[in-house]
C-alpha cells in the first residue's frame, strides 16, 4: 500500500489531538473503579488464592470476574474480561503501583484509537478496491475526516483515560475498530462470516460491549443491498455468523452461572414500579446521554443515586419532553434514509450503545460516560455532516472541535486524583448519596473524621437503607472508640442488607469488647457469607485468644495464612504464641515460612526470629536477625521500636557481653524511658557489673 503525504497529515493530526486533548491524566493516580480492578485484585497483584496459586495464576485469571472474584458467584456482577486483567497485571508486574505506565498505555490506545475511526468510516461506506485503496467523494471524505477530529477531542473520553478501569472499553474499542476494517477489507464468502464473530469474541474478552461488531457489520450489510430479502449464499453466511455469536452468548450465560443480580439503587429506571415510570424513565436517559454528547458540560464519575430522579406521572416536564421528541426522532430516522451518511452515523450509535439501553438486559449503571465512548463515532459522524450540510458553517464547526478540546483538557484534571474527581461530582449532582459517601471515603483516609462522619450521614440522609455508608460510618466510630453508635449502624447495616459480611464481621469486632458470645456469632454468619474472607478468620481468631482458647485462634490464623498468604500479622500472631507456649522449634518453623510469602523486609517478623534464637541459645543467629530487624526500620524510615534495643540488650546480657549490653539497653531507654523491663535489667546488669 502506497501512503501519500496527505494521509499522513491526517494520521499525525488525529493522533495529537486525541491525545493532546487528554494530555493531563497522564499524571493521574489510581481513583475511584481502579482501587478494586487493579490494586486489591489478587489476579492483577498476584498474591495468591492459596499457596500454589503462582503455578496457575492465568488460568484462574479466566476464572474470574473483572473484580478478581469468582465469576460464579452470586454476588458477582459478572464481566467478564481477562484480556483487559492480563493488561493490568502485566503493567503491574513490571512498574508495580506506579500509575504513570497504565495511564501512559491507556493514552497511546486512545491515540490509535482516533486514527483507526478515521479509516473503519471509510470503510463502512464502501469497500476497498483492487490496490488497497478506498474512494469516496472529497465531500464525504471531509465529512468522515471533521467526525474523526470530533470523535478525537471529545470530552465524554476523558472518563476511559482517566480512570484506568476505562483501559477495557479503549482495547474492546481497537478490537471492534481493528475487526470491522479487516472484515470489510475481506473477499465476500463463508470465511469474511466466520471471521466477523470470531474477532467480535476475542474483542469481548476485553469488554462485552466488542460483540456489537456483528450487529453493525451485517445492519450496514443490509442496508447496503437495501432489501431484506437475502440470496441463498448471505442465508448460510449471515446464519453462520448469527450461529457461532450466539453459542458463545449461550456459554458465556452458562459459564457466569446466569445473568448479573444488580441492586435497585445501581440503575433505578430499571427497577421502577411501574411500567410507565420504567419505560419513559429508561427514555429520558437515552435522551441525556444525547444531551451529554451535544453539551458535555455536565459530567461526574457517577450517575446512580439520586442524579436522575425516576418520572412518576405525566405531569413531570421530563414527560413532556420526551413525548415531544418521540415524533422528532422518528422524522429523524426517516430523514436517515436519504441520506446514506445520516443512517450509518446512527446505526454506529444504535447498535455500539445497545448493551448499556436495558433492552437487552438490566445492567448496573445508570450512564456511564465511558460506554459512550464508540457510540460518540456515530454521534460525531451526524454532526459532522449536519454542520458540512449548512453552507458556510465550517467556522461554526472550528469553534465546536475548540470548545470540545478545551472542555476535554480541563475535565482531565478532574481524574488526576480522586480528591478533584469526587468534589466535580458534587458541583453535577450534590444530591447524589454515593458522591457524598465516596467524600465520606476521602475525608476519612485523609483522617478528617469530622468532615467523613458528616459526609456518611448525608450520604445515608438521601438514602435511607444506604448500609455501605452505614458501615463506614460505624468504622470510623469505632476507630474514635465510640463503640455504642459504631454498633446500633452495624446493626441497622445487616437489617437493611442480612447477606452484608464486612458489616457482620465488623459487628463481631465492636461486641468482642463485650459480648463475645453473640461477636462469635456474627463472624460465623460472615464466614458463611464470604468463604474467602481471610481478614474475618484473623478476628475470629483474635476473639478466640481473648477467650482463652488458643487452639482454636491458631487455626484460625492458619486458615488465614492459607486464604492469603500476605496476611503479616496473622503469621506474626501465629508465632508469638507457638513461642509463649515454648513451642519455640514449631515457632522458627512458621517464622521461616512466613518470611518466604511476606518477604524479608517485614521486620516485625526479624525481630521474632531474634526472640526465637535468641531462646534457643543461639546468640549469633540471633544478633543478626534483630539488626536485620533494626537495619529494616532505619531504611524505611521506620522509628526503631525501644524493644527492639531492649531485647538486643537482653541477649548479649545472656551472652555475657556486658558493655555492648547496657548500650542497648540506654538506647532504648532513650526511646522509651519509663520501659520498666529495660530500666530493670540495666540495673541488674550494674549490680553485676559491680560485683
Known amino acids: 500500500m502506497k501512503w501519500s503525504s496527505w494521509w499522513y497529515y491526517e ?67 459478572k464481566s467478564y474480561r481477562p484480556l483487559t486483567t492480563l493488561t493490568y497485571r502485566w503493567d503491574y508486574s513490571i512498574w508495580g503501583q506506579n500509575p504513570f505506565p497504565f495511564h501512559l498505555l491507556n493514552w497511546i490506545i486512545h491515540g490509535t484509537n482516533c486514527i483507526l475511526v478515521l479509516h473503519f468510516l471509510r470503510h463502512c461506506y464502501t469497500k476497498v478496491d483492487g490496490s488497497g485503496r478506498i474512494k469516496l467523494p472529497r465531500k464525504v471524505e471531509e465529512i468522515i475526516l471533521w467526525a474523526s ?105 452458562w459459564f457466569q452461572g446466569g445473568p448479573p443480580v444488580f441492586q435497585h439503587f445501581d440503575n433505578p429506571p430499571a427497577f421502577a414500579e411501574s411500567y ?13 446521554n444525547v444531551f451529554i454528547l451535544i453539551n458535555p458540560t455536565w459530567l461526574s464519575f457517577d450517575w446512580s443515586m439520586g442524579c436522575i430522579n425516576l418520572i412518576q406521572t405525566p405531569l413531570d416536564p421530563r414527560f413532556v419532553l420526551v413525548v415531544l421528541l418521540i415524533p422528532i426522532g422518528i422524522q429523524f430516522v426517516r430523514v436517515a434514509f436519504n441520506y446514506r451518511t445520516v443512517l450509518i ?36 459522524l451526524v454532526l459532522s455532516f449536519c454542520f458540512l450540510k449548512i453552507p458556510r458553517s465550517k467556522p461554526f464547526l472550528i469553534f465546536v472541535v475548540i470548545i470540545f478540546f478545551g472542555r476535554s483538557f480541563q475535565r482531565s484534571f478532574d481524574w488526576i486524583n480522586q480528591d478533584r474527581l469526587f468534589l466535580s461530582a458534587m458541583e453535577v449532582c450534590p444530591n447524589n448519596a454515593k458522591v457524598h459517601y465516596n467524600i465520606g471515603t476521602m475525608y476519612g483516609e485523609s483522617g478528617n473524621t469530622e468532615l467523613a462522619i458528616q459526609s456518611y450521614k448525608r450520604a445515608i440522609e438521601l438514602k435511607h437503607d444506604y448500609y455501605q455508608a452505614m458501615n463506614n460510618l460505624a468504622n470510623i466510630l469505632r476507630a474514635t472508640n465510640k463503640l455504642d453508635r459504631a454498633e446500633c449502624w452495624l446493626r441497622k447495616a445487616v437489617h437493611f442488607r442480612e447477606d452484608f459480611a464486612a458489616a457482620w464481621m ?8 463485650k459480648n463475645t458470645t453473640e461477636a462469635l456469632e456474627c463472624y460465623r454468619n460472615a464466614l458463611k457469607l464470604r468463604n474467602f474472607y481471610p481478614d474475618c478468620e484473623y478476628n475470629l481468631g483474635n476473639l478466640y485468644l481473648d477467650m482463652g482458647e488458643k487452639d482454636l485462634a491458631l487455626k484460625s490464623w492458619i486458615r488465614t495464612t492459607n486464604l492469603q498468604p500476605s496476611h503479616s500479622q496473622s503469621w506474626i500472631n501465629i508465632i508469638i504464641l507457638l513461642e509463649q507456649e515454648n513451642r519455640l522449634m514449631e515457632a522458627k518453623d512458621w517464622a521461616h515460612k512466613a518470611l518466604k510469602f511476606v518477604g524479608d523486609s517485614e521486620d516485625t517478623l526479624q ?25 529494616i526500620c532505619e531504611v524505611t524510615l521506620k522509628s526503631v521500636p525501644a524493644k527492639y534495643w531492649s531485647n538486643l540488650g537482653v541477649l548479649y546480657h545472656r551472652w555475657g557481653k556486658v558493655s555492648d549490653a547496657r548500650i542497648f539497653y540506654t538506647k532504648a531507654l532513650d526511646i522509651e524511658p519509663d520501659m520498666d523491663s529495660a530500666k530493670n535489667n540495666l540495673e541488674r546488669l550494674l549490680k553485676l557489673a559491680k560485683i
Open 11 to 77: 494520521e499525525c493530526l488525529l493522533f495529537c489531538l486525541g491525545v493532546t486533548s487528554l494530555l493531563p491524566t497522564l499524571w493521574g493516580t489510581f481513583v475511584f473503579d481502579d482501587g478494586e480492578a487493579i490494586l486489591n485484585n489478587e489476579d492483577v497483584t498476584q498474591k495468591s488464592f492459596h499457596v500454589e496459586f503462582h503455578k496457575r495464576g492465568v488460568l484462574e485469571l479466566f476464572k474470574n470476574d473483572f473484580w478478581g472474584s469468582r465469576i460464579t458467584h452470586p454476588n458477582s456482577h
Open 149 to 253: 477530529v470530533l470523535f478525537s477531542v471529545h470530552p465524554v473520553h476523558v472518563e476511559p483515560l482517566g480512570g484506568l478501569v476505562g483501559r477495557s472499553d479503549l482495547l474492546a474499542a481497537m478490537v471492534f475498530l481493528v475487526g470491522f476494517i479487516v472484515t470489510s477489507s475481506m473477499k465476500s464468502g463463508l470465511g469474511q462470516f466466520v471471521f466477523l464473530p470470531v474477532i467480535a469474541i476475542f474483542g469481548s474478552l476485553f469488554k462485552e460491549n466488542a460483540i456489537t461488531l456483528v450487529i453493525l457489520f451485517l445492519s450496514l450489510k443490509i442496508f447496503r443491498q437495501r432489501s431484506l430479502r437475502l440470496s441463498p449464499k448471505d442465508t448460510i453466511n449471515f446464519g453462520t455468523t448469527l450461529l457461532i455469536t450466539l453459542s458463545f452468548l449461550a456459554w458465556r450465560l
Open 276 to 288: 410507565f415510570s420504567k419505560i419513559f424513565s429508561i427514555m429520558y436517559v437515552w435522551v441525556f
Open 345 to 380: 452515523g446512527l446505526l454506529i450509535a444504535a447498535t455500539t450503545f445497545l448493551p448499556s439501553s436495558n433492552l437487552v438486559f438490566t445492567v448496573g449503571f445508570v450512564i456511564a460516560e465511558r460506554n459512550l465512548y464508540l457510540p460518540s463515532i456515530g454521534f460525531s
Open 506 to 513: 465488623n459487628l463481631g469486632i465492636v461486641l468482642s469488647r
Open 607 to 631: 525481630f521474632l526470629l531474634g526472640n526465637i534464637y535468641g531462646r534457643l541459645d543461639k546468640y549469633e543467629t540471633a544478633k543478626e536477625y534483630f539488626l536485620k530487624a533494626i537495619q
